[in-house]
């Protein structure tokens, strides 16, 4: 019989759900609004992508240092922090009264969306263990997932019959939820004596993905060889190579590099960046897709991808609880193929993009395979990371799978070679986006190893390991991914 929730576990998995929702949510909520705010407040093209890029870009920057100070000051500190942030930050959005005031505002959002994941999941882990911490990564992955789905669902709607300035004021109302179900959590662990903030790490890692990340979006404006590409790409390389010189001489690193020699932790960031890049590539070439050539309006394009919603609440928990059972392996193999195929079965779609014949199965396919997917890729790499280094694990595998999402959705107009997404470009476009997926499959098949097999996390520095909040034990996932490693003394707890 399954082991019951405590009402303490019911409202830390609240929290973690509904504070990372909320971030995810903000990354894809806008794309179905830029046309109406382009209307109210002017702008071309490129204003534009910076209103989402500048979110994504400050959100990437910012969660290496976000998950470190997680570890060191705290989960629910941080959590209020960002929150907070969040919410004032979406205000300012909401009530923008120029182009250039949102798309600052927006850049300062992200800093506090990066605030929000890496804790959220060391919450949990830091109260959860065994298969029901099996489980609840299957609930916050089902939802959290969701979140990437329900954007251009929640958009459209909000755009077609209020205004897109509700997309930003919405998220007022499960900030409130969230900062009152905070409040009914065990107190946070205290400061670790004697531990410190990377400061110059944290600077050089911001500046080393944040200017590569301009130059390659600006490129498509000014040009491989201007001033204003070139200028930001060398120095963005320059501070990414001091700043991985500089981790590995800190006492107390930012990045501990040795996460890396944990083979689950590499493989399944290699998978993540694959798989992650293809989804944000695919589902932006079929928003766009779908309004500019099909015809869909916002709303309708937005709820063609219900199914997939629907498929990830219904499954997410189960294939949580099997990959728990029987590893990780087999699920982040079958997933991505299953995904792949998805989106191979839209290359059967032509410009009516009838939905019942052509867009719905490739649809439902594809969601089957994110289900599958998801959460066994989560366990894979949470479990494989001695729980004290959690926040930045969790901080890691984010920032992978939102540069991966930056990345792809900058290439995408190479990849249609086209300024304009026409039927060719699309199809185009999905065919990279299934081999994405594939390759992601392909890395797991050969690199991910199941508990049997897979090597001990990461001994943590006992210096920098916080103490497990009064509410919870030390977990290591013995079913989910790492069943020897030895439990630390003191414990937090990993994220996606």
């Known amino acids: 019989m399954a082991e019951k929730m405590s009402s303490q576990q019911r409202f830390v998995l609240s929290v973690a759900v509904l504070a990372s929702f909320i971030s995810f949510l903000d990354a894809t909520v806008i794309n179905v609004a830029l046309p109406a705010i382009s209307r109210e407040l002017g702008g071309e093209l490129t204003s534009q992508q910076w209103v989402v890029d500048a979110y994504l870009i400050t959100l990437g920057a910012v969660i290496l240092l976000a998950g470190s100070l997680s570890d060191v000051f705290g989960r629910k500190k941080v959590l209020l922090a960002g929150l907070i942030g969040f919410g004032v930050t979406s205000l300012l959005c909401a009530f923008a009264p120029t182009i250039e005031f949102l798309i600052i505002s927006r850049g300062l959002q992200g800093i506090a969306g990066a605030l929000l994941v890496p804790s959220s999941l060391a919450l949990i882990l830091a109260t959860f263990s065994g298969p029901m911490q099996s489980r609840a990564i299957g609930t916050w992955t089902a939802f959290t997932s969701v979140a990437n789905i329900a954007g251009p669902i929640l958009g459209g709607v909000l755009v077609d019959q209020v205004s897109w300035r509700l997309v930003f004021g919405i998220n007022v109302l499960p900030i409130i939820v969230t900062l009152f179900l905070l409040t009914k959590l065990d107190h946070d662990h205290a400061r670790i004596a004697g531990a410190k903030i990377d400061v110059v790490g944290a600077v050089l890692g911001i500046v080393g993905l944040g200017l590569p990340v301009f130059a390659l979006i600006e490129q498509s404006n ?47 960031n290699v998978s993540t960046f694959l798989i992650y890049g293809a989804l944000s590539l695919g589902f932006f070439c079929v928003a766009v897709f779908l309004q500019q050539v099909a015809g869909y309006s916002a709303t309708e394009a937005g709820f063609a991808m219900i199914p997939t919603s629907l498929l990830l609440i219904g499954l997410s928990s189960l294939f949580g609880r099997l990959s728990g059972k029987i590893g990780p392996r087999l699920f982040m193999t079958v997933g991505p193929f299953l995904a792949g195929a998805g989106f191979l079965l839209m290359l059967r779609i032509d410009q009516s993009a009838d939905y019942l014949t052509q867009v719905l199965p490739a649809v439902v396919v594809f969601g089957l395979g994110m289900s599958i997917t998801v959460a066994p890729l989560t366990a894979a790499i949470l479990g494989a990371i001695d729980p004290s280094r959690s926040g930045i694990a969790s901080a890691v595998n984010n920032a992978v799978s939102r540069v991966a999402g930056l990345i792809a959705v900058a290439l ?60 919870g034990s030390a977990p290591v996932i013995p079913d989910a991914a790492a069943p020897d490693a030895p439990a630390p003394d003191a414990g937090a707890a990993p994220s996606r």
């Open 412 to 471: 995408a107009s190479l990849i249609a070679g086209a300024a304009v997404l026409d039927l060719d470009g699309f199809h185009r476009v999905v065919l990279v986006t299934a081999v994405f997926f594939v390759a992601g499959g392909v890395v797991s098949l050969i690199g991910i190893q199941n508990p049997s097999k897979a090597a001990k996390p990461a001994a943590a520095a006992p210096a920098a390991a916080p103490s497990v909040p009064s509410s």
């Open 222 to 268: 000014f040009g491989w060889g201007s001033p204003v590409v070139l200028v930001p790409l060398i120095v963005g390389v320059v501070a990414f190579v001091a700043f991985i010189l500089h981790e590995r001489r800190a006492k107390q690193p930012m990045l501990p590099l040795e996460l890396f020699r944990v083979r689950n932790f590499s493989v399944g």
